[in-house]
């Protein structure tokens, strides 16, 4: 993926995102302002046939992977027209048909299924890989050291993606987590484990890449930490508790800004063109609202529809 995707994909999340907190009909949401750079530097390596489960910070990670943003809408509205017909919402979206298979809103939830999606990978034989992203706050949980052990036993073709905000909600990860890396989590089990900046998209995709490779030939299971700072509280109905100073300064490490300035200095981009991309992007979310807002709501007599 050439630097012009990474950066439109970034602007995609962040627009979307701006747009959606604007709808007095937004719901309850977790938001990846500030975080895309994780999302959109995995997704870039990972293959058609791959498999990515998330956590419930899922809006990111499901355009990331390249559900049509109008379908992405229509689900956190409720809508029918949404991958799940508007019943799993931003909790529990998913399309595994596209590679999403789907978003976890208990956290670590996420983690024990993605191994078993790793083994029904290994066992058809193929080079197809699983992502597994989830927070810091994920690693609190038995079931990351349960998947740690069962994927590196086993060798499975799975990669594990810390998105480490540093916050559990309002808890600093420092004041929950004994490890100085999250990544170092994963090495009395052997597997290869890496941290990298999360700010930086073309540091997350390098990262994939290598580990993807790694997987992919069989050699079992990774482990890769991403540090990254979300710019918004941690849902729509939480309460910002962190100092104004801090926010300021995360803010200055934005990874759209990022990679936007270094392609003007190296010549990639030229102003006008970044413009045009804004206002493209800008169009694509103006169009997935029409086309959400169309959409009919679930008919009340399908309500114990799928239920078994």
Known sequence: MSAHELLHDMLLIRTFEQHLIKRRDHGFQLFSSGEEAVSVGLCSVLNRDDQLLCSGRAIGPALARGLEPGLVLAELLGKVAGPCRGRAGRGHMALPAQGFFGAHAVVGGNLTIAAGVALAMQSEGNQNLVACMFGDGACGAGALHETLNIAALWHLPLLLVCNNNQYS????RAAALAPQKLSDLAVPFGM??????????TAVRDATREFSDHIRAGKGPAFLECISYRFTPHSTSARESRPTAEIEAIQALCPIVRLSSQMLMDGE????????????????????????????????????HDIV
Do not use: H, R, W, Y
Request: charged letters at 20%.
């Open 169 to 172: 909600v309002s808890t600093p």
């Open 192 to 201: 290869p484990a890496l941290t990298v900046d999360g700010m930086d998209v």
């Open 269 to 304: 981009i030229s102003q006008a063109d970044l413009d045009q991309m804004k206002k493209d992007v800008n169009a694509a979310v103006q169009a997935a609202s029409v086309f959400a807002e169309a959409a009919a709501f679930p008919d009340p007599a399908e309500v114990l």
